[in-house]
């Protein structure tokens, strides 16, 4: 489940401000509008397990984010220093029963205005939130194995431009351009491909 989901499940209310009698404070599901919140000692201090992998639309690019399966405690925002957008609580992750000072903001950072950024999935079980993000990483990599595929393609289409161009020289041509035509050729077909694949490859997720 997803942040407001998550704090609804447990009773924990998003307040909108009111003004006046004619505009009494009013309960919204919305964290992109809420001004506080109520009922928060309901989670407060309360274990659950979080987790998210979504990949970026530029796949040379990493990951907008990555948090594999982790154990954390359910905290106050105002109990830290950094500001955390959108979230009346933040997650510290849990490491071998001790509780670290990590922080972990609920949501990312595509968020803007009034709009609020994409929340992790949260969860009370491990294996619901190891399950989630199996099926994260499986459908990120199907993104990937179609993105290796359009590389691979355009690269083939390169090498076979450059194999026509040069078997349509004269001989004589040949023998004067060959080495720099060949020079410049390459390395068009090569350096920004191999570099899409590099970093491509690098940015693939592990289940």
């Given at each position: 489940m997803k942040l407001n989901e998550y704090l609804a499940k447990n009773a924990v209310k998003l307040m909108i401000k009111g003004s006046g009698e004619n505009y009494?404070?009013?309960q919204t599901n919305d964290l992109g509008m809420y001004d506080y919140a109520e009922g928060l000692e309901n989670v407060i201090g309360k274990m659950a397990w979080i987790c998210d992998y979504r990949a970026n639309a530029d796949l040379t690019k990493k990951p907008i984010r990555n948090i594999k399966p982790t154990p954390v405690v359910v905290t106050d925002a105002k109990e830290t220093s950094k500001t955390i957008y959108y979230?009346?609580?933040y997650f510290r992750p849990v490491n071998r029963g001790k509780i670290s000072s990590t922080v972990i903001a609920p949501l990312d950072n595509t968020g803007y205005r009034c709009c609020s950024g994409t929340s992790v999935n949260i969860f009370y079980t491990k294996e619901e939130c190891v399950k989630c993000y199996r099926e994260q990483v499986r459908q990120a990599d199907e993104i990937y194995e179609k993105e290796k595929a359009r590389i691979?393609?355009?690269?083939?289409?390169l090498a076979c431009r450059f194999s026509m161009i040069l078997s349509r020289r004269s001989t004589m041509s040949r023998r004067a351009t060959t080495p720099l035509l060949q020079k410049w050729m390459l390395r068009t077909i090569l350096s920004d491909t191999m570099r899409k694949i590099g970093i491509f490859i690098s940015r693939r997720p592990e289940p």
């Open positions: 009494p404070p009013r979230s009346p609580v691979i393609k355009e690269f083939d289409a």
